[in-house]
């Protein structure tokens, strides 16, 4: 069993406000882990525009989604923050000693004094192949990450999409390397892609060196033999159907956010989002605060800045767990010598 990690504040998501959290934690000595599903910090920002302009960061008048991430990145920095990345916060449950239980879907545990819920929309999860009974491949010969590239050299690959990371693997696997499959074909309902440029130049390239085959279709069933998955049923623009052979299927349809687990902790909910009040950001759990896109209140807007606002005094709410008694004070950053040396700036 791995050990049980010890943390005053637990950060469930690494979006912007997540990151932030960091930050104003870090003013008031609060040290804090991070957990998000995705392997890179930055949320919707990063996953879903990451080379797109954001006009409204104050004192930012431009900067895109990674620009964002990367600033804050740097910001936290001085409060070393552990980020506990790929893995998805399962439960949070409170002891009787008041602290939080958490567990993540890879099998991380921590005993949290605080809990700040900043999940947006949900953990981004892979979308999955819409065909009755396909999942028991997953895993096994049915994949929607590669996490070890070198499980699929000298394999037959079927890889399903047209974006980034479809035509990505389909390149890496088919070029002459350590992890070249014995086969390469790619499947995508159109002969255009959401890819970069390049990639897909590289693809067409493969393509005609006939190392990669390229089909225009969507896998509308499977096939097995002996309870392993045989090949995938692709119907073309032509309305015929035929069987593609394989030894894995590697399917990359974009990830969608999903509330998942959190609407399992007992939280007081409203619409999917959790209920929290406007002074603390604390939600009907005391020692659980909720921040960002993920909360609700009168008057709530979806926007970085108010979920920047919300960190602050999330932090300042959870003094009373973490130092009980002791009174917190305000502090600039432009002048307190104690906020200097927490800040590195001495
Ligand atoms: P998110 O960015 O959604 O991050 C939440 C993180 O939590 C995710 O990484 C997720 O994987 C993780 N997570 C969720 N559940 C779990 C779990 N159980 N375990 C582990 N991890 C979990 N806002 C602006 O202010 N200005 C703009 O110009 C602007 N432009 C936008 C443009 C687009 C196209 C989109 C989609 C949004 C835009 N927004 C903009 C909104 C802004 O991106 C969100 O308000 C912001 O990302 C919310 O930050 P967050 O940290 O609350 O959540």
Known sequence: QAEVIDTDALIVGAGPVGLFQVFELGLLEIKAHVVDALPYPGGQCVELYPDKPIYDIPAVPVCTGRELTDNLLK????????FH????????EKQADGRFRVETSRGTRFLARTVFIAAGVGAFQPRRLKLDGIERHEERQLFYRVKDPAQFAGKHLVIVGGGDSALDWANHFAQDGPHQAASVVLIHRRDGFRAAPASVAR????????KMQFLVGQVTGYEEADGRLSGVKVTGSDGVTRVVPLDMLLVFFGLSPKLGPIADWGLALERKQVVVDTEKFETSIPGIFAVGDINTYPGKKKLILCGFHEAALAAFGATSYVFPGKAIHLQYTTTSPKLHK???VE
Do not use: S
């Open 75 to 82: 910001q936290v920095e001085p409060f070393h923050p552990t």
């Open 85 to 92: 990345l790929g893995q998805e916060v399962t439960v949070v």
């Open 203 to 210: 693809m067409r390239e493969l393509c005609e060196a006939m």
């Open 342 to 344: 927490a800040l590195g």
